[in-house]
């Protein structure tokens, strides 16, 4: 491992030694999947200094054709391990982000990178691409489930733990990787859930709402960023100096490298029309401070000719470049090329019950009249179209959908399914378990609807379990309407006329318009793609051997038409309500319901000390964890300000019958704003802190106090 000034002179030493063509090729990140065996190796003899997405053999051949070049600098080998490696069959599949993010549970989503970093690190591989700390503020968007929901405090939380995770104590490390925090910024406020269309953001809004999740990432050390598709107020990201070098290099002082996106570069040729030609793109995307080029290879000659030109100042390129050359230095590339990671660690006990831990956490139980847990039934049916598909319980990012689609591919165990779940625990208590597909997520039949019909007519009780495909979701893929298909609803309708006890399962990508079943379902429970053992931690939840402790991190719209509809919202709307829609979404951001019942009293809040205390009961018969939630309006504003801020929530395991006080340690700071000369201030005047177990009023004990 490299001693921090031995790294600055190191690389410095290197720089100046460089050529300008070989410090152009070390800003190039070079896409395997697209470009011929031969043209990667002509790529790395030429010093490129990345690839992505090359695994194993293939990437051996090519670090030992860079360490053959005159200067040997290594490569660093990308790849998207979004939750878990799983581009890799043999891999740890975890549940998704948005998924992982309804724990609530800084803990394990760690415990999630570190096992991911072993994987990736095992197949030699250096970088992930993740996480993503866009926010989920519009659902029709496609990439809803990579985000970790709609909430900055929530959102940074869980990146800065998962950061910890990927890259451990030391980037030297065996075992750990380069974490990419993604995509800077505001990537998934697009007008309309549009993927990569204009923000009509402000600066304003920027360092309010979204610049947050990556100060706490600059703050855990992340090593690298991605630049957005995208522009902020009609400006491309790529190409915005203000918000690459200005506010994430120089204001939060991160140190390290800066890759665009996919063909950030070529694109403000071909899709943003705000360059004429790849030299004027090479030269907007370098000066604007990206170090590090994705796969738009006409950089390379482009960079070259504008410094030779005088078009381009070459301390850009030698800025860009001392980034790369540090961040391999401080992993100890150039002593040891290729991470060695974990020898057997692949989908090994100890990430198989981290994974299992994380979809237990991430099941959420949004209603619930009794009928859960099922208990003394002899039969139960099993229906619905993703009941038993493991495809659509993984969601994106998997062998499955990427480095290319590949529907024929053949899943690898171990998973369970729903279906398979059920089965595992009706097998230990001799229930008798009937199946039925029921439809399609699109479109369904006459024959299978009347065969799930019958099916559930056979049993005491029925599960029937819907949601979305990854036809559905992902990048490109945004949908202008979230309602469940007819094919769906016909399901649901024909099984809910049967007045059996009916729980509903929604195994989707991210919150789905569903409010007639959420409506006419005796229980509902949301489970986002829960990973390999999401199947099962469903049914442990129907069947009562897991009390749901999950909590929503975003907000479930009645209707497409209600989109966006987070909970931390500005006030003003005349009527505050469509008239044809109820003010309110169908579930808000912070619910989850539980077996047992929590009883929160005696909040206090000490403004000189800055703390928060409140009592939390676990009034019920069965032991549960409660996520309890903080948080703040300030009540007259000199701007605009949300209706209320999630600020703090811990996790608190509590024994039927015990009580807990839960402390919180605030600060001034907490309580800030963003003033519209982009200064974050907290002004003098009138507050209300909100305790309790969800963003609804209703469920929040508050104290007022003046700063
Ligand atoms: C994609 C995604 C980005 C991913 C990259 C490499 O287009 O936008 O999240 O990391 O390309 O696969």
Not at 289 to 303: H, I, P, Q, R, W
Not at 512 to 531: I, K, P, R, S
Request: charged share 25%; aromatic share 8%.
């Amino acid at each position: 491992m490299t001693r921090p000034n031995e790294v600055e002179a190191r690389a410095e030493a290197l720089v100046s030694r460089m050529t300008l063509p070989e410090k152009a090729a070390q800003m190039m990140q070079v896409p395997y999947s697209t470009v011929t065996r031969e043209e990667a190796l002509a790529w790395a003899r030429l010093g490129a200094g990345s690839f992505l997405h090359v695994l194993g053999d293939d990437a051996r051949e090519l670090q030992a054709a860079a360490l053959s070049t005159r200067l040997s600098i290594p490569l660093l080998f990308g790849i998207d391990a979004i939750h878990g490696h799983g581009l890799n069959e043999n891999a740890t599949i975890f549940p998704s982000q948005l998924a992982a993010a309804c724990s609530f549970d800084r803990a394990l989503v760690q415990a999630m990178g570190r096992a991911t970093a072993r994987e990736v690190a095992t197949d030699g591989l250096h970088w992930t691409f993740s996480p993503v700390l866009c926010l989920g503020r519009d659902t029709r968007w496609g990439r809803i489930d990579e985000t970790f929901g709609e909430d900055p405090y929530l959102a940074g939380e869980m990146g800065a733990a998962v950061i910890r995770g990927y890259q451990g104590d030391s980037l030297g490390a065996d075992d750990s990787i380069l974490a990419c925090a993604k995509h800077y910024i505001g990537y998934g406020e697009a007008v309309g859930a549009r993927d990569a269309c204009d923000t009509e953001m402000t600066y304003r809004k920027l360092r309010e709402v979204f610049l947050p999740p990556f100060e706490k990432a600059v703050r855990a050390g992340c090593a690298t960023a991605m630049t957005a598709y995208g522009s902020i107020d009609s400006t491309p990201f790529t190409a915005c100096e203000k918000v690459l070098r200005g506010i994430l290099k120089e204001e939060l002082g991160f140190d390290g490298i800066l890759v665009t996106d996919w063909d950030n570069v070529q694109a403000l040729v071909t899709r943003q029309f705000a360059a004429a030609n790849i030299g004027e793109a090479s030269r907007m995307a370098a000066e604007a401070g990206n170090d590090m080029v994705m796969t738009s290879l006409g950089f390379y000659e482009a960079a070259i000719a504008l410094v030779e030109k005088g078009l381009l100042d070459e301390r850009v390129i030698d800025d860009a470049v001392r980034r790369i050359l540090r961040i391999k230095l401080r992993m100890g590339l150039f002593e040891k090329p290729e991470k060695k990671g974990v020898p057997g660690c692949f989908a090994c006990e100890e990430h198989l019950s981290i994974c299992e831990a994380l979809a237990r956490e991430s099941v959420v139980l949004l209603k619930n009249n009794g009928a859960l847990p099922l208990n003394d039934i002899k039969s139960v049916a099993v229906i619905g179209p993703n009941a038993d598909d493991i495809r659509a319980q993984y969601g994106d990012w998997t062998y499955f959908s990427h480095p290319l689609p590949d529907p024929a591919r053949e899943p690898k165990r171990p998973y369970a399914t729903v279906l398979e779940g059920v089965r595992e625990l009706a097998d230990e208590s001799g229930m008798r378990v009937s199946y039925a597909h029921g439809c399609g997520i699109l479109d369904g039949s006459e024959a299978e609807l009347e065969e799930a019909v019958l099916a559930a007519q056979n049993c005491d009780a029925v599960v029937l379990v819907l949601g979305d495909t990854l036809d559905q979701h992902g990048e490109g893929k945004d949908r202008a309407d979230l309602a469940l298909s007819s094919a769906q609803l016909t399901l649901f309708r024909r099984l809910r006329a049967l007045k059996k006890p009916l729980a509903v399962v929604l195994v989707a990508s991210k919150p789905l318009c569903a409010a007639e079943v959420a409506q006419g379902a005796d229980a509902l429970l949301c489970a986002f793609n829960g990973g390999m053992f999401g199947g099962r931690a469903v049914a442990e939840a129907v069947f009562g051997r897991l009390n749901p402790s999950g909590k929503l991190p975003i907000s479930f719209p009645r209707h497409s038409g209600q989109l966006p509809v987070y909970y931390n919202y500005l006030p003003g709307w005349h009527g505050g309500k469509y008239m044809d829609l109820p003010e309110t979404p169908l579930f808000a951001f912070g619910e989850g319901l539980s077996y047992t019942r929590y009883e929160y009293s005696n909040l206090t809040f000490d403004t000189k000390t800055f703390l928060a205390a409140v009592d939390v009961k676990n009034a019920g018969g069965m032991d549960g964890t409660e996520t309890v939630q903080v948080y703040f309006r300030d009540l007259v504003s000199s701007i605009l300000t949300p209706v209320k801020q999630l600020i703090a929530f811990e996790r608190v395991f509590l024994k039927a019958g015990d009580t807990k006080r839960v402390a919180f340690s605030l600060c001034k700071d907490d309580f800030s704003l963003v003033t519209p000369d982009e200064r974050r201030v907290t002004e003098p005047g009138d507050f209300v802190l909100m305790v309790g177990a969800s963003s609804k009023d209703e469920d929040l004990l508050n104290v007022t106090f003046t700063l």
